[in-house]
């Protein structure tokens, strides 16, 4: 079988030639560079987040910026700029690439350039360095995904708090190495009692006898598209459920799907080996898709 991930998209020749944003400037491809003695290069020590453009709009732009200031508050990063100046970069970055629709745009704050390479942030005196890598994007994921639990958990929030869209993503490249050396495509992660919690890329839903279930959201990244989806299913009388369930009621769901910003919605077609449903993309997966799409449409 054909691998696939969930972040698969066409190719795309223009992708050579994007200019990319690097601390107020924006610079060719193959002038974007930072130092080896960036704080994010060197220990994972910065936050991420990804925005994606339909038909001149980013989606939900606000929200992800506010989760990005959040997320630098949270490990005590000065970004340096308002909210606004964020949101003026993505624009004048997305000019400057003449995008228009089909786009991802990833954010990357990290504390900066250290005056030498060990881990005390004291030591990180210039910065903080800031990146926007775009690129013309349009999901290209052939078939629905296969999974595999993995030993790798999303912790515990005293060690990495896994709702943070951090730079230091080892634990899930891991799970992704397992799942892969297993057959599949992507892991499964459990949460530290063993409910089934989230993959290693994306938010995990299932669906039982006409009813949307996904983890209770206290140890997983809670996507943007994630609580999107939690707030269509109750505003279009769908029963949706955070609640914690394990791998028995995953393996006899009637369909399953991941959520990100990158895929939207992205069908499940096995887990462990066992077939989910039909293995195909369901109604309820497919409904949601639309009305995803419209509210981005209206958004």
Request: charged share 20%; aromatic share 8%; net charge negative.
């Amino acid at each position: 079988m054909t691998e696939v991930t969930t972040h698969q998209a066409e190719d795309d020749a223009r992708n050579e030639n994007i200019l990319i944003y690097v601390d107020g400037k924006i610079v060719p491809k193959v002038e974007a560079m930072v130092s080896v003695y960036d704080s994010g290069f060197m220990l994972g020590d910065g936050v991420w987040e990804g925005l994606r453009l339909y038909d001149g709009k980013w989606a939900f732009m606000d929200e992800h910026i506010n989760r990005l200031f959040e997320a630098a508050k949270a490990i005590d990063l000065d970004i340096g700029m308002r909210k606004n100046d964020v949101i003026s970069a993505v624009l004048e970055t997305q000019k400057a690439n003449q995008m228009t629709s089909d786009a991802h745009a990833r954010l990357m704050v990290t504390r900066g350039i250290k005056v030498r390479p060990f881990q005390h942030p004291s030591l990180s005196q210039s910065g903080p360095t800031f990146v926007i890598i775009m690129e013309h994007s349009r999901p290209k994921i052939p078939r629905p995904i296969t999974l595999a639990t993995v030993p790798h958990q999303r912790g515990l929030p005293m060690t990495q708090d896994p709702k943070l869209n951090s730079h230091s993503k080892l634990n899930c490249i891991l799970a992704c190495i397992a799942a892969q050396k297993a057959g599949a495509d992507e892991a499964l992660m459990l949460d530290v009692h063993g409910f089934v919690n989230t993959t290693n890329a994306c938010n995990f839903f299932i669906v039982q006898n006409g009813a949307v279930w996904t983890s209770t959201g206290d140890y997983c990244m809670n996507g943007i598209t994630r609580q999107k989806v939690i707030d269509l299913c109750r505003a279009n009388d769908i029963p949706v459920f955070e609640r914690n369930y394990s791998l028995v009621d995953t393996y006899s769901a009637d369909e399953a799907f991941l959520t990100g910003t990158f895929g939207a919605q992205t069908p499940v077609s096995s887990i462990d080996g066992r077939m989910i449903g039909t293995g195909e993309l369901g109604p309820m997966t497919k409904r949601l898709r639309g009305l995803y799409k419209d509210l981005v449409d209206r958004s």
